[in-house]
C-alpha cells in the first residue's frame, strides 16, 4: 500500500502574490516538492481544490477585512502546520501604513463610493489572529529559505534559517560598509539576512525588505544616521516600509514622529 502523499496549501490574503511567485520561481526545486508533496490547494499554480484537512499550510497576505479574519481562523483549523510566508503575512505589509492615520480618511479620498468598502481599522499579521508555527520574512521571500521551510516541517525538524544581520552577507560576498565607507544610511545592521545583501552590493543602504533581526538596536543605528545628517522625519519614514508594523520598527518610528 503506498503511503499517503503529506497535503500543501498556499492561501492568499491581502498581498501583491510575490511571495507566491517565488514558490513558482523555484523551478527545478518545485519539481522536487510537487513530487513530495499533494498540491491540494494553490491557485497561482493551479485550480484543483482539495478539501483538507492539510498538513502544512502556506499563507501569504495580511489580514485586512472582517472576511478575512473569519476564513484564517477555519484555515488553521484545517491545518496540521501553518507558515506564514512574506512582510504582509509576518508584518502587515505595505498595508499596514494605513495603521498609522485613519483609514476612513483615506477611503474618503480614494474611494467615489465609500460606503461600499469594508475593511478593518489595521492591517495586521496572520499572529496577530492565529497560533502561526513558522514566519519566513522577505518582501518577497528568499525561494532557497522557502524549500528549507518545506523541507523542514515534511520531514519533521526546524527549519534552519539564519536570524543573523545582513551586514554578515556583505562580509561574505565581500562588499564594502556603503554607511562606513560612503556615508550612506543603511537598515542593514537592524535587518534580517535572506536579500543576498542586494542593495549594498550595488553601493545603495539596505531598505529593511526582510524585517528585524532578533534583537536589533534601532536606537543605535537611528543615532549613527542622526550623525550622518539624517532629519527625525527621515528617520521615521525610513523605518515605514514594508515591515512598517513588525514592534521595532514600529516603535522607532514612532520615537521619532513629530
Known sequence: ?????????????????????S?????????AVAGAVDIANFPEASR???????????????????????RIHGIRRASKFLVTIGACATAGGIQALRNFKDVKEFISIVYARPDYIETLKKSTPITD??????????????????VEVLSAFLNGRKPNTPPHSVCMECKERGTVCVMVAQGTPCLGPVTQIGCGALCPAYARGCYGCFGPKETPNTASLSAWWSELGVSERDLMRVYR?????????????EAHEK
Open 1 to 21: 500500500m503506498a503511503l499517503r502523499k503529506p497535503k500543501l496549501a498556499v492561501w492568499k490574503f491581502s498581498s501583491c502574490d510575490g511571495c507566491q511567485l
Open 129 to 146: 489572529h492565529v497560533f502561526v508555527d513558522f514566519e519566513l520574512r522577505g518582501c518577497p521571500i528568499n525561494k532557497y529559505q522557502l
Open 23 to 31: 514558490l513558482l520561481d523555484c523551478e527545478d526545486e518545485l519539481l
Open 48 to 70: 484543483a481544490v482539495v478539501k483538507g484537512p492539510y498538513d502544512l499550510s502556506l499563507v501569504e497576505g495580511s489580514i485586512t477585512t472582517p472576511h478575512d479574519a473569519e
Open 241 to 253: 516600509g514594508f515591515n512598517a508594523y513588525a514592534e521595532p520598527f514600529r516603535r522607532e518610528s
